[in-house]
């Protein structure tokens, strides 16, 4: 079979793709485990150089997932499984509104339809966000129950896209699963326009040896999960029959609060004598409004009873961060 990765070339999409071309296989339309043969990285850029750890299978193709006729030219066999990734992140789609509407609805839209054009009711996994939720009667703790209002344009999107997800497979036309994720940390390169980014920045950039400015308080808690945790969690949602799903394919995905000052702390600890850069408070107005906006837990009952994994906690992401991308 053959496997897409939208977004196929950011940090998850390429260690997700390194992921399954390890299992080789994954469940395909017909309900049997497949071969992978064939794999896709797509994304809107390509980078500099091939990553390592890609193997012949998997090919890197650049384009506009928002270009209807380069979607459909991707969904080009009935034994297919998609992983949707690709996304204008939460800052960058408040800052251009038609930018974020393109991408995240416009293609995701293009994507269910050429899936539903296969007539095998092939598997998509769908990234979403915990953006979904907001306003003014959002509890302190959110759950796949809580009512969706999202407070930010990323967010509004990502809620439509699980409700697409939920009807094309009401519909038969696509077997999808809607992942909604906490922030996924910690990233490593740039810091992007998420208004998350600082999530991982306090971690990445003092473990460089670089100062960093926290743009939002100490006392600021946020659902994080660590990245090898979330890249296991989409091979497992992939796998789980359709019929422990049920009617509501969005699944919240486990999670730790992090409370920003205690994770600093925690950063000391697992560091030793690594000699850190300096974090300085330098609040962000922008910043702060949307991460206000978010919910500061979430509970995941549904996903831990499905077999979804979580991390043990912010010590354990810190070193497998160290232990991936910043060895002493």
């Avoid at 150089?49 to 193997?55: H, V």
């Avoid at 650049?62 to 800052?91: E, N, W, Y």
């Avoid at 497992?236 to 994770?263: C, N, W, Y």
Wanted: zero cysteines; hydrophobic letters at 45%; charged letters at 25%.
């Amino acid at each position: 079979m053959k496997v897409v990765i939208t977004g196929g070339t950011g940090f998850i999409g390429f260690r997700l793709a390194k992921r399954l071309l390890e299992l080789g296989a994954l469940t395909g339309p017909s309900g049997a485990p497949t071969p992978i043969d064939a794999m896709t990285l797509f994304d809107a850029v390509a980078p500099a150089t091939r990553p390592d750890g890609l193997d012949p299978r998997a090919r890197i193709v650049t384009g506009d997932i928002a270009d209807r006729a380069t979607v459909a030219a991707l969904i080009d066999r009935d034994d297919i499984a998609v992983f949707h990734l690709a996304s204008v992140v939460s800052g960058g789609a408040e800052q251009d509104f038609d930018l974020g509407m393109r991408v995240n609805l416009d293609g995701h839209l293009h994507l269910l339809e050429a899936l539903r054009a296969r007539k095998s009711r092939p598997r998509i996994v769908f990234a979403s966000s915990g953006a979904v939720f907001g306003g003014d009667a959002m509890p302190a703790v959110v759950t796949d129950q809580t009512k969706q209002n999202p407070q930010t344009t990323y967010g509004m999107t990502k809620a439509i896209g699980e409700l697409l997800i939920n009807d094309y497979s009401r519909k038969g036309f696509v077997d999808g699963r809607s992942a909604r994720l906490p922030t996924v940390i910690i990233r490593p390169g740039k810091p992007n326009k998420a208004a998350s980014s600082f999530a991982s920045g306090m971690f990445r950039e003092p473990l460089a040896g670089i100062d960093f400015a926290l743009p939002v308080s100490p006392e600021t808690r946020h659902p994080v999960a660590g990245y090898r945790t979330v890249v296991e969690g989409f091979v497992r949602l992939h796998e789980l029959p359709a019929e422990k799903l049920g009617t509501d394919r969005a699944i919240g995905f486990p999670s730790i609060q992090m409370q920003v000052g205690q994770a600093i702390e925690a950063l000391k600890r697992v560091a030793g004598p690594r000699k850190l850069g300096k974090i300085t408070l330098a609040p962000d107005p922008f910043i702060e409004r949307i991460v206000a906006g978010w919910a500061t837990d979430s509970a995941a009952e549904r996903a831990l009873a499905l077999g979804l994994p979580r991390d043990g906690g912010i010590e354990e992401i810190i070193r497998a961060y160290i232990e991936d991308y910043a060895p002493a």
